[in-house]
Nanobody, 122 residues
Framework: QVQLVESGGGLVQAGGSLRLSCTAS????????IGWFRQAPGKEREFVAA????????YYVDSAKGRFTISRDNAKNTVYLQMNSLKPEDTAVYYC???????????????WGQGTQVTVSS
């Protein structure tokens, strides 16, 4: 059974930092892309960042560039999203997902985690 489990969400003040983790189990994702998405109340789920599991290839949405860093630890089957300089508009449920492609499109992702809440207070 394939599972993606997110952790690391929480409540933080504006300007603070959080590190989200996404741990994969049930299969290998060596040729996959792992993406982070987020969904705020009343809004559509949006792409945040992606990384190729097998190489140092990353991609960010413009609002995340310079503030967020996606990375991986192959030995731990875990992908991280380090979020710095957080803003209230970053408040959302954050999901990780796995795709056979290196993509920013929701529809390209086959496996999804259950999500972790990030709340940034002003």
């Amino acid at each position: 059974q394939v599972q993606l489990v997110e952790s690391g969400g929480g409540l933080v003040q504006a300007g603070g930092s959080l590190r989200l983790s996404c741990t994969a189990s049930g299969r290998t994702f060596s040729s996959y892309g792992i993406g982070w998405f987020r969904q705020a109340p009343g809004k559509e789920r949006e792409f945040v960042a992606a990384i190729r599991w097998s190489e140092d290839l990353t991609y960010y949405v413009d609002s995340a560039k310079g503030r967020f860093t996606i990375s991986r630890d192959n030995a731990k089957n875990t992908v991280y999203l380090q979020m710095n300089s957080l803003k209230p508009e970053d408040t959302a449920v954050y999901y990780c997902a796995a795709s056979p492609y290196f993509s920013r499109k929701n529809s390209d992702y086959e496996y999804w985690g259950q999500g972790t809440q990030v709340t940034v207070s002003s």
